[in-house]
């Protein structure tokens, strides 16, 4: 008996092993599709979801963002996400950009299209204009309602517990 015993044992070892590496190479793939995103898209952030209803009609709460950065001149009239050290990134509208005689780097200011007011008291101190540093992307496409799944997880942390452990009950109980 011994030895069917012990090799019941070597298998469970073996199986929880696979499962850890499984895991592990999920996590992995997930993390290098979004790196990849990154080099692709250029955009240090190339998904975002619209938090709030500062872009309605053209995007509501719940949104997903494609974002897209290169070297070409901001515009007026072009979506931006920018990020001037707060913990969330905003999504506005560029409406005047203001480019400086000799230099390269152009001021850009910024409105929701909900908003009646621009951007300016929610740059950074005393700033009248956002530099082109802090923009992060350019809207190039969007899928709607879908970050809904993020904005639920966020706002009821529970929900995310529970949706975790769920997930991690099915990835340790699978036999394959």
Known sequence: MGW??????????????????????IISSALMIWKGLICITGSESPVVVVLSGSMEPGFKRGDILFLYMNKDPIRAGEIVVFNDGRDIPIVHRVIEVHEPQGTKEADILTKGDANKFDDRILYTSSQHWLQQKYITGRAVGFLPYLGWVTIIMTEKPIIKYILLSALGLLVITSKE
């Open 4 to 25: 069917v015993e012990e090799k019941m044992k070597s298998t469970q070892i073996r199986q929880i092993l696979y499962q850890a590496i499984s895991l592990g190479m």
